[in-house]
């Protein structure tokens, strides 16, 4: 029992470890994360179980009209605002052309028109799925080293990045956009 505790402790930390790109970035290495790169996908809360006919929904990330704040209340993704490409190390929003920003103050901003290095996040395969068989991941700020969060959970709120590890509230699912067709498998539809 104990050597299983162990096993499982050292294979949750190697998850968190991060793996690095030619240029000494960090960088998704899991299956999971080359079916959303570099296409649009929804960004969203976990649904979380709350009983065997009831759960809470997804709240989908969204940077609002005022191309700053970054929210996670809407319940629907196919919406401009809703939609992002996960480049590299980058979470860029077409619409808006903007790119995901975490501030010195723990905000998150959806402003910023070139990519610097307020603007690295890592997206980390968390390694296990929600109770639909999504894949669960954290939002990680390279600069400051903290976790982006959706300020009360999965009833959706605000969006910030001062977060020390990934907790509830620091979990993510991220599915492409599906085609007009519905042909990929496990995308979020319009």
Not at 137 to 147: G, I, Q
Request: proline content about 6%; hydrophobic content about 30%; aromatic content about 12%.
């Amino acid at each position: 029992m104990r050597l299983f505790f162990i096993t499982a402790v050292l294979v949750s930390l190697q998850i968190l470890i991060p793996t690095f790109s030619a240029s000494g970035s960090p960088i998704c290495k899991s299956k999971s994360c080359k079916g959303i790169t570099n296409k649009s996908v929804c960004i969203a809360t976990p649904k979380r179980r709350l009983s065997t006919y009831s759960y809470l929904p997804h709240k989908f990330l969204s940077i609002e009209s005022n191309n700053k704040f970054v929210t996670a209340t809407r319940s629907k993704c196919g919406g401009p605002w809703e939609i992002f490409k996960i480049r590299g190390n980058t979470i860029y929003n077409p619409h808006w052309k903007t790119y995901l920003s975490c501030q010195p103050n723990g905000k998150l901003e959806g402003n910023r028109k070139k990519a610097g290095a307020w603007e690295q996040i890592q997206v980390i395969d968390l390694g296990f799925p929600d109770y639909q068989g999504n894949q669960i991941y954290a939002l990680k700020c390279l600069a400051h080293k903290k976790f982006i969060v959706v300020e009360g959970g999965h009833v959706g709120g605000p969006v910030n990045a001062n977060r020390r590890s990934p907790g509830n509230w620091e979990q993510f699912t991220i599915k492409p956009m599906c085609d007009y067709d519905g042909r990929i498998k496990g995308c979020y539809r319009r």
